[in-house]
């Protein structure tokens, strides 16, 4: 059972080129969520996707960055027109159900192993 | 809001030594609790949770108590071996899954 799967692994842009990065979910997993990692810093939230719906982007900036899920296929960030500060660790998460938990039953996310984009 | 504090680094510990990362948090409602670690070139695995006040996870001789008190989720360890080098993110859950920042431990032979 393939676990998040994350391609590419590695990804060199100039500035102002476009930078796509996938994710394919575990099998059985309906939700997604991406974060990104900027060097010497924590994880921070981009986007909580289902299939065909954003759930939440409130962690996406507003300009150049877009995410989706189609009903076939991975998930896919993009980010458009990309500079400097995009250099980061993008990470891909999912899970089998809603990302509203608490004391209810912590819902456990799977990670993957990161896209670094790195952006000349 | 919701958020996580998390202990700077990085951590340097001989084998065998005592660990303690420390973790506080701040949340309106009842969150849960994680802790994430990452080895090199990886993504983060889950290493245990807590859901409620005074549970302990624990995993791999890691042990970490929800102390509603003192709004903390501590992680420790007994005795370090080389191969728990990594990066320790502690996490909160409540609408969504926020982390610290990382604390990079390095265990020396």
């Known amino acids: 059972n393939a676990g998040v799967m994350q391609n590419p692994r590695h990804l060199v842009r100039r500035r102002g080129q476009e930078a796509r990065l996938r994710c394919s979910p575990m099998?059985?997993?309906?939700?997604v969520y991406w974060y990104r990692q900027l060097p010497e810093e924590g994880l921070k939230f981009m986007v909580y996707?289902?299939?065909?719906?954003?759930?939440?982007e409130s962690g996406m900036p507003k300009e150049r960055f877009s995410a989706e899920f189609p009903k076939e296929g991975p998930s896919i960030l993009r980010i458009q027109q990309v500079v400097r500060g995009d250099s980061a660790a993008y990470f891909c998460?999912?899970?089998?159900?809603?990302?509203?938990?608490?004391?209810?039953?912590?819902?456990?996310?799977?990670f993957g192993a990161g896209s670094r984009l790195t952006v000349l | 809001g919701d958020s996580v504090t998390q202990m700077e680094g990085p951590v340097t510990l001989s084998e065998e030594a005592f660990l303690t990362i420390n973790c506080t948090y701040t949340?309106?409602?009842?969150?849960?609790l994680f802790w994430y670690v990452q080895y090199p070139g990886e993504g983060l695995q889950l290493l245990l949770k807590?859901?409620?006040?005074?549970d302990k996870g624990s995993n791999k001789g890691f042990e970490a108590t929800y102390r509603k008190e003192t709004t903390s989720f501590h992680l420790e360890k007994g005795s370090v071996q080389v191969s728990d080098s990594a990066v320790y993110f502690c996490?909160?859950?409540?609408?969504?899954?926020?982390f610290g920042t990382g604390t990079r431990l390095t265990v020396i032979p």
């Open positions: 807590a859901t409620k006040a005074d």
């Open positions: 949340a309106t409602g009842y969150p849960s």
């Open positions: 996490a909160l859950e409540a609408n969504n899954l926020f």
């Open positions: 998460a999912s899970s089998p159900k809603s990302g509203t938990g608490g004391a209810s039953g912590a819902n456990v996310l799977t």
């Open positions: 996707l289902q299939k065909e719906n954003i759930i939440d």
């Open positions: 099998k059985g997993h309906s939700h």
